[in-house]
């Protein structure tokens, strides 16, 4: 999304999905910049933002400022009317603060609850929620929390009212065996498969939250998960790796 003819592509495909939709994007790579530009130093631990007050400003502004606009007016140029939300609007999710172990994440949240009959009551207006990776909670507490993990959890939510299709979007077609090698497609990834294909490494780095959260997403009544090029977006049966339980 952050790459403008990328994010134009993206716009132009989720624009054509039929039926209720809801975008989650991210933005780490445009806040680690603008912090950067601050003079503030970016550390990732597992994946995860060590998020300091000062750190917790500079991804409100990026992830729900610059992000949050950009996407939402391009969605308005292709006919979506989107609406551009954090966690904390209409109270759609509140969490805690990640619990500090060996490292303190700072203001790190994980998910505690989806306001479900809020989500929906909003998609049944007919207007398209855009989350920024932001959520609260209920005390005034804003926190950064990981963009998969909020499509995850919108989607276990969402399962309950519709019949949900949770889509991972990138650069590639799907889980690769070899991301060299375009022809390698894994269409059909069981839990078991993940393990394995993790354990010997062909899957690492930033698939594993998105296939974590996907895994857990299924498990909590999502009906189906795909990981897939945004290409595929507004085909009804899209090429690209299909998560199953079994
Ligand atoms: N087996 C695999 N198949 C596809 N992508 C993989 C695989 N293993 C690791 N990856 C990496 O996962 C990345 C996707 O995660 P990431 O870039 O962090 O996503 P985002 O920033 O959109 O959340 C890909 O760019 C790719 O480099
Ligand atoms: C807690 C945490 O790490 N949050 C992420 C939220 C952004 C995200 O998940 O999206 P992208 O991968 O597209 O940047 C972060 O600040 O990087």
Same mark, same amino acid.
């Given at each position: ?6 994010? @134009? ?8 999905? &039929? ?18 530009? #601050? ?34 007016? @391009? ?5 979506? =009317? ?8 209409? =109270? ?22 989806? =306001? ?56 590639? &077609? ?22 394995? #294909? ?5 899957? $690492? ?14 498990? $909590? ?12 977006? @507004?085909?009804?049966?899209? @090429? ?7």
């Amino acid at each position: 999304m952050e790459e403008p003819d990328a994010l @134009q592509e993206l716009i132009a495909h989720f624009a054509a999905i &039929p039926g209720k939709k809801v975008l989650v994007h991210g933005g780490g790579r445009t806040a680690t910049d603008v912090a950067g530009r #601050l003079g503030l130093e970016s550390r990732m631990v597992q994946g995860r933002r060590i998020t300091d007050a000062d750190t917790l400003d500079v991804i409100t502004m990026v992830y729900g400022g610059l992000i949050s606009r950009k996407v939402v007016a @391009q969605l308005q140029a292709a006919g979506v =009317n989107a609406v551009g939300l954090t966690g904390a609007d209409l =109270n759609l999710i509140r969490a805690r603060k990640r619990p500090v172990g060996e490292i303190d994440w700072g203001f790190v949240g994980d998910v505690e609850s989806v =306001n479900g009959d809020g989500l929906h009551a909003l998609l049944e207006t007919g207007a398209v929620p855009v989350f920024a990776a932001i959520t609260h909670d209920g005390h005034g507490q804003l926190f950064n929390t990981n963009a998969d993990t909020i499509a995850a959890e919108l989607a276990a939510a969402l399962s309950a009212y519709y019949d949900v299709t949770l889509a991972y979007c990138f650069e590639h &077609p799907g889980v690769m065996r070899d991301l060299n090698d375009p022809n390698s497609l894994v269409a059909e990834l069981t839990s078991a498969r993940y393990r394995t #294909l993790k354990d010997d490494g062909t899957i $690492k780095e930033g698939m594993l939250p998105k296939l974590d959260n996907g895994f857990r997403a299924l498990a $909590k009544g999502a009906q189906h998960v795909v990981v897939c090029k945004s290409d595929q977006l @507004q085909f009804q049966q899209p @090429q690209g790796t299909w998560l199953t339980e079994a």
